[in-house]
């Protein structure tokens, strides 16, 4: 069963200038949370790109909407999918946290569909590979304490947005601890800009990805936004310039 991912394609509102622009949000964001209300959606499309903007499964407004697996492997599926269905040629894909991990091998798996890729908040490890799945569930069931430091931020950070319903954001960790993160077993060939503050814990490794993308002879440019952090950098207005540029030329 092919996975549909929900997907809204926001209009130009100058005249278009470059490819369409493809987002893919974080862990327990949506394309709403990550983009809109940071005003990238608005940045770009004043810009004179169209953005396409998904929530991935277990997300957004509907997050039992998505049938079929929610492995990583299908979700890039449905992603070149939904590029290819709308004929429109390569885009610049722009992902942050999960969607930096996706973003990776969705450019990598399909290098004709994209243009550039930025990444922002990026590690050289999976996210929510240490996330403690059975301590959350239970705390969820029966209160119990959560005694891993990083499962406990995330389990708050998913809880602070009402709209999150845990148990499907469970469904999809289960789903994508299913195929562990790699990102040497295949490398985006197109021009990549890693992005993270430099208080983000979590992008400690990006160097590791930019050696990779070095060695593969992949363009690539970086820039550590001076006192941002991992909740904070997706916001900066600096990283919207940047990107925009890179993508841009």
């Not at 569909?113 to 959350?136: N, R, Y």
């Not at 602070?160 to 999809?172: K, V």
Request: negative net charge; proline residues 6%; without cysteine.
């Amino acid at each position: 069963m092919t996975l549909d991912l929900n997907l809204r394609v926001v209009r130009a509102n100058a005249e278009v200038s470059g490819p369409s622009a493809l987002f893919i949000h974080g862990f327990a964001s949506s394309g709403e949370l990550n983009w809109e209300r940071s005003r990238w959606l608005k940045y770009f499309t004043d810009a004179g790109r169209n953005v396409l903007l998904v929530d991935l499964p277990g997300h957004g407004n509907d997050p039992r909407r998505n049938v079929g697996s929610w492995a990583p492997s299908q979700i890039r599926q449905a992603l070149a999918a939904i590029v290819m269905e709308l004929d429109e040629g390569p885009v610049d894909v722009i992902g942050y946290s999960l969607g930096s991990r996706l973003a990776w091998e969705f450019a990598a798996f399909n290098p004709d569909l994209v243009e550039h890729l930025v990444m922002g908040g990026p590690g050289a490890a999976d996210p929510l590979a240490a996330f403690e799945l059975a301590q959350a569930k239970a705390n969820v069931a029966t209160g119990e304490p959560i005694n891993d430091d990083y499962t406990a931020t995330i389990m708050k950070i998913a809880a602070a947005e009402p709209s999150n319903e845990l148990a499907a954001l469970f469904d999809l960790i289960e789903a994508i601890k299913t195929e562990p993160y790699d990102p040497a077993a295949k490398v985006p060939s197109a021009p990549t800009l890693l992005v993270a503050g430099d208080q983000d814990d979590l992008a400690t490794t990006m160097p590791r990805l930019r050696r990779l993308l070095k060695d593969a002879g992949t363009p690539n440019e970086v820039l550590w936004l001076a006192g941002r952090n991992h909740a904070n950098a997706v916001t900066s207005r600096e990283f919207k310039e940047k990107a925009l540029a890179f993508v841009s030329h």
